[in-house]
């Protein structure tokens, strides 16, 4: 196998996996999503490695890279930024390998929702208040079909991570409240989870564009709508003492 895609986490280097790391180190061609990916990931790659920044390159353009190196017989690393499966454009990356008869695996990385709750400090799912997450976006130059328009999507009341989304912040919370969320609904905006540079707002729907005006946030920030930001909750069943389960009998 010469070819991976390689999930880099959110943006601090050491939370790319140990997998993916193994795979930079030894790659002999990197092609990497320049402006998502945090640079400082290339200092695991080897000397000589041959590194192309994909931010500049067309699809054609990154497949003729990873073909002529396949050829060479040399080992590429395709590195996408968070989990290459969310918002990675990474199928149609695959499709052509694939018709060019190119194998490849995947390599699943830390995705930015999940950097976002650690820097939040948040879980996502609590008792009573969600337990469903919906990863999304807001409609932009790429559609969204009606029935995943934020409007619809705000009736499940649950947690919701809108990526790409930021610069659209006035009319993500325009659709939140028509589709059912309350003005005084939490809301956090984290720009760059993990890296040095990380910043969190929280307000209300209802206050969060004023709130954001002049923290200079305008990409790479993901936004959570959810309840849980702050909210009285049940405690879980799994560690309740009246609670049985396979490995523990309850307290009497």
């Avoid at 943006?11 to 092609?31: F, M, N, Y």
């Avoid at 590429?76 to 390998?97: C, F, K, W």
């Avoid at 969600?130 to 932009?140: A, K, P, W």
């Amino acid at each position: 196998m010469n070819v991976f895609i390689v999930g880099a986490g959110p943006g601090d280097p050491e939370l790319i996996t140990v997998k993916g790391q193994k795979l930079l180190s030894e790659a002999d061609v990197i092609i990497y999503a320049g402006s998502l990916v945090n640079p400082a990931l290339l200092d695991y790659a080897k000397a000589g490695c041959e590194i192309h920044n994909s931010a500049s390159m067309t699809l054609p353009q990154v497949i003729n890279v990873i073909e002529d190196s396949v050829k060479q017989g040399k080992m590429v690393v395709r590195l996408h930024t968070g989990d290459p499966s969310i918002y990675g454009a990474i199928q149609e990356q695959m499709d052509a390998l694939d018709k060019l008869g190119i194998e490849y695996k995947v390599v699943p990385g830390v995705s930015s929702f999940l950097a976002t709750a650690a820097a939040l400090k948040q879980e996502y799912t609590l008792p009573g208040i969600s337990q469903t997450v919906i990863i999304t976006r807001n409609e932009g130059r790429t559609p969204v079909p009606d029935r995943e328009k934020l409007r619809s999507l705000a009736a499940h009341q649950a947690t919701m991570c809108i990526f790409l989304s930021i610069t659209m912040l006035e009319d993500v919370v325009k659709e939140l409240i028509a589709g059912g969320y309350k003005p005084e609904t939490p809301i956090a905006i984290v720009q760059r989870a993990s890296w040095p540079e990380e910043k969190i707002v929280r307000a209300t729907l209802a206050t969060i564009c004023e709130e954001i005006a002049d923290k200079g946030i305008d990409r790479t920030a993901m936004i959570v709508v959810s309840n849980c930001l702050a909210a009285d909750y049940e405690l879980s069943r799994l560690y309740a003492p009246e609670f049985s389960h396979m490995f523990r009998q309850a307290d009497k």
